[in-house]
């Protein structure tokens, strides 16, 4: 994706997960203590800690005692504050998984990564897994992952989920689907 995609046209509304994105990333710059609750949040025992800036967003309708409708924003608000991105990114998860290693996606390591969160079967689990995932792309990669397309991912997590990942770390372009491309 590239990034002139990333911010919508002026006469194209946002999308929910569009606003949410830049929300956080307002809120995170203006707002160091809620940054700090949100990279605390990353810890599933605080996780509560996101709540409150959860809560607050009505237009996205999140229910705080639903896991599935919940931890994918948790997860990328708190990537946002641990990586204290000032943009969405343009790098999608797969790639950013092998630009992490010198070989890239002939690394062992990348491939091991991957082929886990491929593994995953339930939501709550390749979040977990996706954490300190985030927090190497953060630390190797040295630019933003499409927090967007994230998050949609996370939201609707599921087969077509994982495809996406896989052909975008062995090098093919994950299509846009429909769904994606309306929001």
Request: aromatic share 8%; proline share 5%; hydrophobic share 40%.
């Amino acid at each position: 994706m590239q990034e002139a995609q990333a911010t919508p046209p002026p006469n194209k509304p946002q999308s929910s997960d569009e606003k949410f994105v830049d929300t956080v990333i307002a809120h995170c710059l203006k707002d160091k203590g809620l940054a700090a609750r949100l990279r605390r949040a990353d810890n599933p025992a605080m996780e509560y800690q996101s709540w409150e800036l959860l809560g607050s967003l009505s237009y996205l309708g999140i229910d705080l005692e639903v896991d599935y409708k919940r931890i994918p924003y948790v997860t990328v608000a708190s990537a946002i504050a641990k990586a204290k991105a000032e943009r969405n990114g343009t790098l999608s998860l797969g790639r950013a998984i092998a630009a992490c290693y010198e070989d890239g996606r002939d690394s062992a390591q990348a491939k091991a990564r991957l082929r886990r969160l491929l593994a995953s079967s339930e939501l709550a689990e390749v979040c977990r897994l996706l954490r300190p995932v985030l927090t190497l792309i953060d630390s190797k990669v040295g630019q933003p992952v499409d927090y967007i397309r994230l998050l949609r991912q996370l939201r609707f997590f599921g087969h077509r989920t994982k495809a996406q990942w896989a052909q975008e770390f062995y090098g093919q372009s994950a299509p846009v689907d429909k769904q994606e491309a309306a929001t």
